[in-house]
């Protein structure tokens, strides 16, 4: 594996604590070209963000191919409607090309809002429709007037930038939303949850917790949403910010325009969650019996979880784990939880990291650990060989990775079925991963096998 070079206009995106180079990372640039990215387009991020609420039409204004991104891909839970798993496209044809797709567009738009009475419409742009120049703006206000709910433009053309700008695209439709109430007086005690998306059912954990802190939780944006909650998003006194870099902008506009201070948080991991619902309770401080019902909460799970996470930690003692995640907020709570039941960080990298993420990770690292911003899947499996990892933690494009070199894949991205936030969400994790990492079936993979005759590279 050493033979494979990493490209030379991607060496500044990669750095290895402890080594010969100074650190001085380059980020927040576009892919290079022929590194087949792990990131996704400006249209993946906008339906990330949006496509949980559950009770808006999500229609794709663009070829058919843009609409396999569906709710399959990246699931999210709901406890009542659930109009957003299904995929609409106005499947646009060479035809419309040439003529355009606006007409076309009117007349999807107007039959689906006719059959299922969706509370909103999101119309996500794609890359042709950038192209040719279809006037989606214009067709959304005429088909509002006509129907008389909100018909947002969501400006995603696949090829204006990155991922993280179909977040900024996304949010910018959902401020749409929030502007919408007229007159917003601020409710005491409440909060808005930013970025969460309820994959494995987090939201209602979350939710759960803050009910228990006496905090009420007036929208979720975007897990388990509702278009009246988005609506209603001003009303409250304080934004908590899970995911930053995809919901950071929308934050950021409701505090300029409406005064809304917000803050980062994580809900991974015991020492993550402990400090984000102390922080709440901090902020409300005006009602000291919201701390007080903070600490009996957190007293009460930390108790339930810890036993569970002490016996998985002394099989789990030592081992390596690799981690690749789409935002490096979260990469930060990965290693303080992966720390927590024993094991060692070799590679962390982020799809979208800053360079304040970075020099953050940078810290938090061990010597010899390797730091990538949005890396391809050969240097990914050159730095897992090397560093010969034991877990590798990431999403559904790395999971063939992890398989084809023989070893443990855990899944804390888009196709997960179980909650890994909050502290009974730790438990999870930590099960998940000891199950994983310590499989007899790697016994079999060539490389490991060869740890007990010496051929290998192991340990």
């Known amino acids: 594996m050493k033979s494979i070079s990493v490209l030379k206009d991607r060496k500044k995106q990669i750095f290895e604590k402890g080594g010969s180079e100074p650190f001085d990372m380059s980020c927040e640039k576009k892919s290079l070209a022929g590194a087949v990215s792990q990131?996704?387009?400006?249209?993946?991020?906008?339906?990330?963000?949006?496509?949980p609420i559950a009770d808006a039409l999500h229609l794709i204004h663009g070829p058919i191919g843009c609409a396999s991104y569906t709710w399959d891909i990246r699931g999210a839970l709901s406890s009542g409607p659930e109009l957003h798993r299904m995929s609409f496209s106005t499947d646009l044809s060479e035809t419309d090309v040439i003529y355009g797709g606006e007409k076309k567009l009117?007349?999807?738009?107007?039959?689906?809002i006719d059959q299922y009475s969706p509370k909103a419409a999101f119309i996500y742009c794609t890359c042709i429709v950038g192209i040719i120049g279809d006037d989606v703006d214009a067709v959304c206000r005429e088909v509002e007037a006509a129907t008389g709910i909100p018909v947002i433009p969501v400006h995603?053309?696949?090829?204006?930038?990155?991922?993280?700008?179909g977040y900024k695209a996304a949010c910018d439709a959902l401020f749409n939303l929030v502007r919408r109430y007229p007159?917003?007086?601020?409710?005491?005690?409440?909060?808005?949850?930013?970025?969460e998306f309820n994959i494995g059912g987090e939201t209602w954990i979350i939710k759960r917790y803050y009910e228990a802190m006496g905090i009420n939780v007036v929208s979720v944006i975007t897990g388990d949403g509702r278009v009246e909650e988005v609506t209603r998003a001003a009303t409250a006194t304080l934004n908590v910010v899970q995911c930053s870099g995809?919901?950071?902008?929308?934050?950021?506009?409701?505090?300029?325009?409406?005064?809304?201070?917000?803050?980062?948080?994580?809900?991974?991991?015991?020492?993550?969650?402990?400090?984000?619902l102390y922080r709440v309770a901090e902020f409300f401080k005006d009602a000291p019996e919201v701390m007080e019902k903070t600490r009996e909460l957190i007293l009460n799970e930390v108790k339930a979880v810890i036993p569970g996470l002490e016996t998985v930690k002394k099989d789990l003692a030592g081992k390596r784990a690799a981690l690749y995640v789409g935002g490096a907020f979260k990469a930060f709570s990965l290693i303080k939880a992966l720390k927590t039941i024993g094991m060692d960080v070799v590679l962390a990298g982020s799809q979208t990291g800053t360079s304040e993420d970075y020099a953050i990770l940078r810290d938090m690292c061990a010597d010899g650990t390797v730091i990538l911003d949005d890396a391809n899947p050969l240097e990914l499996a050159k730095y897992v060989m090397e560093k010969n990892a034991?877990?590798?933690?990431?999403?559904?494009?790395e999971r063939p990775i992890a398989y084809k070199l023989g070893i443990g894949f855990c899944d804390h991205n888009h196709e997960r079925k179980i909650p890994l936030a909050g502290f009974e969400g730790m438990a999870n994790f930590a099960r998940e991963v000891h199950e994983t990492v310590t499989s007899p079936i790697w016994d079999l993979v060539p490389r490991r096998a060869n740890k007990n005759t010496g051929k290998g590279n192991g340990k």
């Open 156 to 165: 995603s053309e696949g090829f204006k930038g990155t991922k993280k700008d």
């Open 106 to 112: 009117k007349m999807a738009l107007t039959e689906l």
């Open 183 to 195: 007159n917003p007086e601020p409710k005491p005690l409440s909060i808005n949850i930013l970025g």
């Open 390 to 397: 034991d877990l590798f933690i990431g999403g559904v494009k």
């Open 39 to 51: 990131r996704a387009c400006v249209f993946c991020g906008s339906r990330v963000v949006l496509y």
């Open 246 to 276: 995809s919901v950071t902008h929308l934050a950021k506009m409701m505090e300029e325009e409406y005064g809304i201070p917000y803050i980062r948080v994580s809900y991974f991991g015991i020492e993550d969650t402990s400090d984000a």
